[in-house]
Each structure stands twice: as C-alpha cells, then as structure tokens.
C-alpha cells in the first residue's frame, strides 16, 4: 500500500532540496515522477518556466496549482497520458484542505510525498499543513538550527532587524525576508520592537 509523506521543516531546511533528490533518485530508477507546487509560490519562475529550485543550487522544472484545482482529477488525467509513478508537492502548506483530502486519495494509486513549513511566522499551522498533520500516514521532521545552536522550530519574518508577528499569513519570500529560529530567539527577537 502506498502512502501520504509530509515531510516538514523551517525555512531554510532544505526541504525543497530534498524534493528534488528525491524526484532524482525516483527517475533515476526509472520511475514518472510529477513535480508539483503551488502557483502562489512563483520566487523561481523564470517567465513562462515554473521552478522548484534548493538554496544549494539544485531546480527542476515543475507544474503548477490553483487554489480551486481538483488533484486528484488531475492526477488521473496526467496518469491517463502516461503512467505515473509517484508525486511530490513541493510548498505543501499553501495547499487547500480538499487538495490535501485528494493527495490521500491519490496515494491509494501511487506514493504522495509532500514537503513545506509546519507554521507560518505568527506561529500558527498553514491550512494545508495542518491537514497534512492530521491525515498524513507518515510525518517526519526536517531539522535545522538556529543562530544560537538550538533546534530551529519557528519561521521568523524580520523587518528592519525586528522579529514581527502582524500582517498578512502569506508572504512570499526567502532569506531576504525570513530567518529560522528556535522559540527563545523568537520571542527574543519581538521583544526589541518594544525598546
């Protein structure tokens, strides 16, 4: 029987390097892989390409999301065409619910492996990642650490050098942006806007 993966982490962490390792070792086997992610994510796009690409270098070409898009029925079509094997989501936390509903139906056919944040930078679950920790047959954490040496569990946005938890959940973004941090630094980190 195969599975739903959510394989989750900070930013940072090299989730999406892992995706395409992954998706590697799959098609090195052999296998179809699709690589997938959400079309809010568009930092890599280059025009009409869209991009899953790692800190480290690493990309792969990749199809894109909506919002309203039906997986699973998508999933059949491309199957329909030519036989898949395995499907990785790369960005998983932007997923909707019923998106995540489909990728359980989907690896009732084939594995779903599914990468991205646990919490956004308030601290709270994305809609998609906190599906995935309810439904998911297997979760595995992908750790990394902070600036201290402490294990890194929150996703800070910084501003002016400030750790901020107002504003809109979805901000896209990357070390421009965000910082990974263990809680400590965190609330540390927010404690200067007061000074």
């Not at 800190?55 to 792969?60: E, Q, V």
């Not at 056919?109 to 919490?119: D, E, F, S, W």
Request: proline share 1%.
């Amino acid at each position: 029987m195969h599975k739903l993966y959510f394989k989750y982490g900070v930013m940072g962490s090299s989730k999406s390097a892992q995706a395409l390792m992954t998706k590697f070792n799959y098609e090195q086997k052999g296998f179809r892989v699709l690589l997938i992610k959400p079309s809010i994510d568009n930092r890599d796009d280059n025009g009409s390409v869209r991009m899953v690409s790692s800190r480290i270098g690493l990309k792969s070409e990749c199809i894109v999301f909506n919002d309203s898009m039906d997986l699973y029925e998508f999933f059949l079509k491309e199957n329909e065409k030519k036989k898949v094997d395995v499907l990785i989501i790369d960005e998983a936390q932007f997923c909707k619910e019923k998106q995540i509903d489909d990728c359980q139906k989907i690896s009732d056919h084939i594995p779903v492996l599914c990468y991205g944040l646990k919490t956004n930078f308030k601290g709270y679950l994305f809609e998609g990642s906190k599906r995935l920790l309810e439904i998911a047959d297997s979760i595995s954490e992908i750790k990394s650490i902070c600036k201290c040496g402490f294990k890194a569990i929150m996703n800070a946005k910084l501003v002016n050098g400030v750790v901020v938890t107002d504003g809109a959940e979805i901000d896209i973004g990357g070390d421009e942006k965000y910082e990974a941090m263990c809680y400590r630094c965190w609330i540390e980190g927010q404690k200067k806007k007061d000074n």
